[in-house]
């Protein structure tokens, strides 16, 4: 091809007539927007205080971050059936010049939210990793202590923490660690439902839709983790992934081949039930958990 043929077909691919190229440029434009979205710093929606006697469900999270991304279903148990959702800081962060400012953002993010907030000592634990529960028994021992320390106190109906592929080693130890702790447990039969982000889970069985009012909601709480959000500005992808949980639950949830929800966007998770010391899937099959639905009725009926 000539020079003058090659700017030719260059300034005609320019003006490329497919109507997708817009649509595509459409998602850049939300993104450059959200750059100049504030991190906290504006009023909260207004929650309801759980009762004394409620059921409580534990979100134990790896880090600092991770009750905001995976809280599509508690804050609907928050909201619907009147939960107290606890999250649970299981470490603050590898930084530990960071630890302080992330506990602060978590704090801030908690309160915004309407979740309550439990911590482990000042820092958090450390070395949570398959790893360390390997190379250092007796340091993973006291993990253990601490950890079930937390649930007898809270005796909660419903835990929530990573699946066992969820790639991030502290991700993998607390998976690891939660099993542990149940292991040592009596009397004390949870609903387990396992979260992913960084790694997919094979074969989950529960697809939540959110409102577009709860995604902007868990967009808000999350903005407060300021430091991180700098560092790798992951809120302002969130929608998209959980509009691609919609396309995977679709198939994995709802069944191959079958018909697409009318989801915007949805969390996955895996639902089990833990009882006399063994773990049993919470029902056959996969369930929808739609915007409207009784989010307590599908999960313990």
């Known amino acids: 091809m000539s020079r003058n043929g090659l700017i030719l077909w260059v300034s005609m691919a320019n003006r490329s007539d497919n109507p997708y190229l817009k649509y595509a440029q459409s998602f850049l434009d939300l993104v450059e927007r959200g750059n100049a979205l504030p991190y906290g710093g504006f009023s909260p929606p207004s929650v309801r205080a759980s009762e004394a006697s409620a059921p409580v469900a534990l979100i134990l999270s790896p880090h600092p971050d991770d009750e905001c991304i995976v809280g599509g279903l508690p804050i609907r148990l928050l909201r619907e059936a009147g939960f107290k959702i606890v999250n649970v800081a ?9 630890r302080m400012a992330r506990l602060e953002e978590l704090r801030k993010a908690c309160e915004w939210i309407g979740f309550e907030l439990q911590q482990i000592g000042e ?8 790893a360390n529960r390997l190379e250092e028994p007796d340091s993973w021992t006291q993990k253990v202590g601490q950890l079930s320390e937390i649930f007898e106190k809270w005796n909660p109906t419903l835990l929530f923490f990573p699946n066992s592929h969820d790639w991030n080693q502290t991700h993998l130890g607390v998976h690891l660690l939660t099993l542990d702790v149940l292991r040592n447990q009596r009397d004390f039969n949870p609903f387990l439902v396992e979260t992913e982000y960084w790694g997919q889970m094979p074969a989950p069985n529960l697809l939540v839709e959110s409102s577009t009012e709860e995604v902007a909601d868990l967009l808000g709480a999350l903005s407060h983790h300021e430091g991180e959000l700098k560092r790798n500005p992951f809120h302002l992808r969130m929608p998209s992934w959980m509009q691609d949980n919609v396309r995977r639950g679709a198939e994995v949830v709802g069944g191959q081949g079958g018909p697409a929800p009318s989801f915007n966007f949805a969390t996955l998770y895996r639902v089990s039930r833990w009882m006399d010391g063994k773990w049993f899937p919470a029902w056959q099959g996969g369930k929808m958990l739609p915007c409207g639905a009784n989010s307590q009725e599908t999960l313990f009926s």
């Open 90 to 98: 299981i470490t603050l962060g590898s930084k530990v010049e960071r």
């Open 123 to 130: 820092q958090g634990l450390e070395k949570v990793t398959p």
